[in-house]
């Protein structure tokens, strides 16, 4: 009897083991961590059909369903249905329950999975979730053995409305499939803005109809900067320009997936590449070439000349219709010297005229006036944290990225603000501080452990300038990442650890647990053929 007692004993406790195990490993595979997860007792078994249940006429042919479809489709028989269906797994999405329009919940028991949300935005975010408790191997399109869901209750929103992540093709140029699959990227982690940086002094990369000398000459520079050689440079040119047929491709494609694509014109600095198309819009009259090196140059945009501002409204006229969904355009407004304006008759006399203190006032003054434009747009603007200088437009959000002193400055003043920091999110910087054994990097050094790490919003603000805080970004700029597996490497597993940031209100502080989490994400990124660093491999 006692034999039997401690065997019945042994057999309970590994049981019990087994199913903490079971959960432990399921909590372990979801990044970001939902607000709200409870595990029960119980699995539902994957039928080989696979239904997906709109019973809202509503959402009948939403980019929500036709996503899912693709998702499952040549691994499973799916169809899109109107009622639940007998013969196999059924997948129900309901609009309905309280919350923002990223809200969901996520239910799996017996009768199936049903995901719910105020809005089509929140199942899409809720499906990225489910994804994620389904074997990597459906990321390779790959027949998983017999799939065993938990029942789960999950119940989720994000804690920042903004949670982006920065793309630059001016430096080295990618392709619409790379841009695509980086949009797949951020869509795995819940991200939704791709801030796309078009225009800098290496290239600029969106052709303009208006002004055709963009893409014939602004678009290709003759080499580049041999490593970190200045003066150095190989004979390789470097081109590109997304036609706006592409452009409109990329931008439904991401509409598709939930995520806004922010374009970026810089102006009035980083101006070099236009400059090189069109000189009668610097202060000199040049002559300009599309940059060959990195850094920061003398020669912008004249600030006192009214063909700039006409050259700059015809870029607008053009990008808002070619990103009609984007509430912004970003307009740079960053590293603009003031050394040829200082000398420029034309800007010389704009400051008189305006009655403006300095050149740093003409600064303002001239992201201020397009922002008046692109306002009659329709649209708002963001800018880096320099547009404070001279005084901050009326309507403008400030991007902070040289620390968060910018931000904190713009809630002060009643604006919104964007936190990018260069040592949190300038994923440009080497992973590792073995930099000899790393890819070439811009300089310094980021772990994915720092990443994590991080919160955003200082203590110091008080609650209710907290509202203008909108969310985090990383930026990926592209000086030395000349193909699109490098920009993987550099995005992997840091933007994984700053999906868990950007969403999660409350995040755990042991770095541990989420390396574990970062083991099963791994695999997915192995079947999804995505190249990542490899430093917190277990």
């Not at 053995?145 to 209750?153: D, G, I, N, R």
């Not at 002004?211 to 490593?227: D, E, F, H, N, Q």
């Not at 912008?300 to 984007?326: H, Q, R």
């Not at 649209?379 to 991007?399: N, S």
Request: a negative charge; one cysteine or more; charged letters at 25%.
């Amino acid at each position: 009897m006692q034999k039997f007692i401690f065997i019945s004993l042994f057999v309970l406790a590994f049981m019990l083991s087994c199913k903490d195990k079971k959960n432990y490993s399921f909590e372990n595979s979801l990044i970001p961590k939902p607000l709200e997860l409870e595990f029960k007792n119980g699995e539902l078994e994957v039928q080989e059909n696979i239904y997906i249940v709109r019973n809202d006429v509503r959402i009948e042919s939403s980019r929500v369903l036709n996503f899912a479809k693709n998702y499952f489709a040549g691994v499973y028989n799916v169809k899109i249905v109107p009622e639940i269906q007998k013969d196999g797994t059924n997948i129900v999405f309901e609009i309905s329950g309280e919350g923002d329009n990223e809200s969901y919940n996520l239910d799996i028991d017996k009768d199936g999975i049903k995901l719910s949300s105020p809005d089509y935005n929140g199942l899409f975010l809720g499906f990225q979730t489910l994804r994620q408790l389904f074997p990597p191997e459906l990321e390779a399109k790959e027949k998983p053995e017999t799939v065993k869901l938990p029942y789960v209750s999950i119940k989720d929103s994000p804690r920042f409305k903004y949670r982006g992540m920065h793309m630059d093709v001016c430096r080295h140029f990618f392709s619409v499939e790379d841009v695509k699959t980086y949009i797949d990227m951020l869509v795995m982690h819940k991200f939704n803005i791709l801030h796309w940086h078009l225009t800098d002094d290496q290239g600029w990369r969106i052709e303009i109809k208006a002004l055709p000398k963009l893409s014939s000459i602004a678009s290709t520079r003759r080499g580049t900067v041999i490593k970190q050689n200045w003066g150095e440079y190989d004979e390789i040119p470097v081109s590109g320009i997304f036609t706006q047929e592409q452009i409109r491709e990329i931008v439904e494609y991401a509409e598709d997936r939930f995520i806004t694509i922010i374009p970026e014109i810089e102006m009035p600095g980083h101006a070099l590449a236009a400059l090189a198309a069109y000189p009668e819009l610097g202060c000199t009259g040049g002559p300009y070439e599309v940059c060959r090196t990195w850094g920061v140059f003398d020669d912008v945009f004249c600030a006192g000349n009214e063909e700039t501002f006409k050259f700059f409204e015809k870029v607008i006229d053009e990008v808002v219709e070619l990103f009609p969904n984007s509430p912004y355009i970003h307009v740079g407004g960053d590293e603009c010297p003031k050394v040829r304006w200082e000398e420029c008759p034309k800007c010389q006399q704009r400051i008189i005229d305006e009655n403006l203190a300095d050149e740093h006032e003409l600064q303002s003054y001239f992201v201020t006036r397009m922002e008046k434009y692109i306002n009659s747009k329709g649209k708002r603007i963001i800018g880096w944290d320099e547009i404070l200088e001279g005084g901050l437009a009326p309507h403008a959000t400030v991007m902070s990225w040289r620390g968060t002193e910018g931000a904190v400055a713009a809630a002060k003043l009643g604006h919104d603000a964007i936190l990018c920091p260069t040592n949190y999110c300038y994923f440009d910087y080497y992973q590792s501080e073995d930099k000899e054994n790393e890819p070439l990097a811009i300089c310094c050094y980021i772990s994915t452990e720092k990443v994590y790490s991080w919160e955003p919003i200082p203590d110091s603000i008080p609650e209710y300038q907290r509202k203008h805080f909108l969310g985090v970004q990383a930026n990926l700029w592209a000086e030395y990442i000349k193909d699109f597996s490098h920009l993987q490497y550099m995005a992997f597993p840091r933007m994984t650890a700053l999906s868990e940031v950007a969403w999660c209100t409350e995040r755990d502080p042991d770095y541990a647990q989420f390396k574990k989490r970062l083991q099963v994400m791994f695999k997915r990124y192995d079947k999804a053929g995505y190249n990542y660093a490899k430093h917190e491999q277990e």
